[in-house]
């Protein structure tokens, strides 16, 4: 023992910076394995469409994953198209990409609201709905997405009303637009039209068997109550909320003698 404590004694000048760099040299080592597994550029290419102004954009996107199997950017091959928060609908799959944060809302969850990521998919298989956002992919039931200014997206068939009037019944995977209270915006996925619509001073609510949506006003109902839609901006992600049971509804049944 003596022996080791005289060697470090006589040679720690040499040693100790040895070893800085030795431990500089495997932090530096893990940082860059880290930063290019993360940023590992594989590219598919898919026929992917958009609706812009009720008319349909087809293209061939050219989707940028990393090794973690998230998608990092996605890009038109031969045509400039400006990104916002319009979903990016798959030719051939039941399969939908938006290209902005979007806030995930359970109205039948006390109005919960949550931030999934930029680049999230959402995936329809049969009768279930999968959100894919970051790495974590996972089923959920009875919620709407909305970008925080004025499109709604919707996994399950809705019917739109204008000023109490129904108007229109759109199928699962559509999405309305609500812009300055002036222009709705709609695109219904089963049909695969689009429409733009003038509703100036009138009120738009989106409603179902479940669900109630003011477009305009920008809220869920939830057990009675307005629940004011925010930007998702200032939400917390879904991926770090421990979620209970899938999001599946309790229905409670009261019979009246």
Same mark, same amino acid.
């Given at each position: 023992?003596?022996?080791?404590?005289?060697?470090?004694?006589?040679?720690?000048?040499?040693?100790?910076?040895?070893?800085?760099?030795?431990?500089?040299? *495997?932090?530096?080592?893990?940082?860059?394995?880290?930063? +290019?597994? #993360? !940023?590992?550029? !594989?590219?598919?290419?898919?026929?992917?469409?958009?609706?812009?102004?009720?008319? +349909?954009?087809?293209?061939?996107?050219?989707? &940028?994953?990393?090794?973690?199997?998230?998608?990092? %950017?996605? =890009?038109? +091959?031969?045509?400039?198209? #400006?990104?916002?928060? &319009?979903?990016?609908?798959?030719?051939? !799959?039941?399969?939908? *990409? @938006?290209? %902005?944060?979007?806030?995930?809302?359970?109205?039948?969850?006390?109005? =919960?609201?949550?931030?999934?990521?930029?680049?999230?998919?959402?995936?329809?298989?049969?009768?279930?709905? @999968?959100?894919?956002?970051?790495?974590?992919?996972?089923?959920?039931?009875? @919620?709407?997405?909305?970008?925080?200014?004025?499109?709604?997206? @919707?996994? #399950?068939? *809705?019917?739109?009303? *204008?000023?109490?009037?129904?108007?229109?019944?759109?199928?699962?995977?559509?999405?309305?637009?609500?812009?300055?209270?002036?222009?709705?915006?709609?695109?219904?996925? %089963?049909? #695969?039209?689009?429409?733009?619509?003038?509703?100036?001073?009138?009120? /738009?609510?989106?409603?179902?068997?479940?669900?109630?949506?003011?477009?305009?006003?920008?809220?869920?109902?939830?057990?009675?109550? +307005?629940?004011?839609?925010?930007?998702?901006?200032?939400?917390?992600?879904? !991926?770090?909320?421990?979620? /209970?049971?899938?999001? %599946?509804?309790?229905?409670?049944?009261?019979?009246?003698?």
């Amino acid at each position: 023992m003596d022996k080791i404590v005289e060697f470090w004694k006589s040679k720690y000048k040499i040693l100790i910076p040895i070893m800085v760099v030795f431990v500089l040299l *495997i932090t530096v080592y893990f940082l860059y394995r880290e930063y +290019k597994y #993360d !940023n590992y550029r !594989n590219r598919h290419e898919e026929l992917v469409y958009q609706y812009f102004g009720g008319m +349909k954009t087809e293209y061939t996107g050219i989707i &940028t994953y990393n090794l973690k199997d998230v998608i990092v %950017d996605v =890009s038109a +091959k031969d045509k400039k198209i #400006d990104y916002d928060s &319009t979903p990016i609908y798959y030719s051939k !799959n039941k399969k939908v *990409i @938006f290209p %902005d944060e979007m806030n995930m809302v359970f109205p039948l969850r006390d109005g =919960s609201q949550f931030k999934i990521y930029k680049y999230s998919i959402y995936e329809k298989d049969e009768n279930s709905n @999968f959100i894919k956002s970051g790495e974590v992919r996972d089923e959920y039931s009875h @919620f709407i997405l909305f970008d925080g200014k004025s499109l709604f997206y @919707f996994p #399950d068939e *809705i019917t739109l009303y *204008i000023d109490g009037k129904e108007y229109k019944k759109l199928s699962g995977m559509s999405y309305v637009k609500v812009v300055g209270g002036y222009t709705l915006e709609y695109y219904d996925y %089963d049909s #695969d039209t689009g429409d733009v619509i003038d509703i100036e001073g009138k009120e /738009i609510t989106a409603k179902n068997d479940l669900i109630n949506v003011g477009l305009s006003e920008r809220y869920v109902m939830s057990f009675g109550k +307005k629940v004011l839609l925010v930007n998702p901006y200032n939400l917390n992600s879904l !991926n770090n909320w421990q979620r /209970i049971d899938k999001f %599946d509804i309790i229905i409670f049944r009261i019979d009246v003698l």
